[in-house]
T-cell receptor, first 109, second 114 residues
Framework: GIQVEQSPPDLILQEGANSTLRCNFSDSVNNLQWFHQNPWGQLINLFYIPSGTKQNGRLSATTVATERYSLLYISSSQTTDSGVYFCAVEAGTASKLTFGTGTRLQVTL | GAGVSQSPRYKVAKRGQDVALRCDPISGHVSLFWYQQALGQGPEFLTY????????KSGLPSDRFFAERPEGSVSTLKIQRTQQEDSAVYLC????????????FGPGTRLTVT
């Protein structure tokens, strides 16, 4: 099956800093989503981005499908950005999402 | 509108008991998915429904796990004779269409088997 790897695994930022999270995948995909899992466990949809670039407030994402990677940019980080960020992909004829290994982000004051 | 809802939010079961977990998808969503998330890991796929048809159950870990969606809306995940290794968060997701559509997740049911 498809492999999804995320980097870095852990990240500590001071409030106000910027960061880039990376997601590499091993095969072509039909769907790619970025999620934020908050400390209460809820998976929050950030972006549906199988290709191209999108922006939503302080967050933006870029997927380069031909090179099999996606990037999530967080600018001016806030403590509420803390949690785990997952990239998830859908490949081939399977409708299921395969999740990456996650990046655990901690934003400190 | 309302998102995906799941109940109960927390369930404690003694080993050997049967449990039933409920998922109410977003109204009108054709596809429904169940995932299992162990502590410190990412969610892993269990099973997929398109309307009432269970099209993929390749992720169910054993024949003790059973899922249904009889009328194409609400779904139930049943685990028979629970074991300690079944302790996890069970997440339900729904999407508007069968493939390449955005999936929306419920809050999950945290199952603890003692």
């Amino acid at each position: 099956g498809i492999q999804v790897e995320q980097s870095p695994p852990d990240l500590i930022l001071q409030e106000g800093a910027n960061s880039t999270l990376r997601c590499n995948f091993s095969d072509s995909v039909n769907n790619l989503q970025w999620f934020h899992q908050n400390p209460w466990g809820q998976l929050i949809n950030l972006f549906y981005i199988p290709s191209g670039t999108k922006q939503n407030g302080r967050l933006s994402a870029t997927t380069v499908a031909t090179e099999r990677y996606s990037l999530l940019y967080i600018s001016s980080s806030q403590t509420t950005d803390s949690g785990v960020y997952f990239c998830a992909v859908e490949a081939g004829t399977a409708s299921k999402l395969t999740f990456g290994t996650g990046t655990r982000l901690q934003v400190t004051l | 509108g309302a998102g995906v809802s799941q109940s109960p939010r927390y369930k404690v079961a003694k080993r050997g008991q049967d449990v039933a977990l409920r998922c109410d998808p977003i109204s009108g969503h054709v596809s429904l998915f169940w995932y299992q998330q162990a502590l410190g890991q990412g969610p892993e796929f269990l099973t997929y429904f398109q309307n009432e048809a269970q099209l993929d159950k390749s992720g169910l870990p054993s024949d003790r796990f059973f899922a249904e969606r009889p009328e194409g809306s609400v779904s139930t995940l049943k685990i028979q004779r629970t074991q300690q290794e079944d302790s996890a968060v069970y997440l339900c997701a729904s999407s508007l269409g069968p493939t390449a559509y955005e999936q929306y997740f419920g809050p999950g049911t945290r199952l603890t088997v003692t």
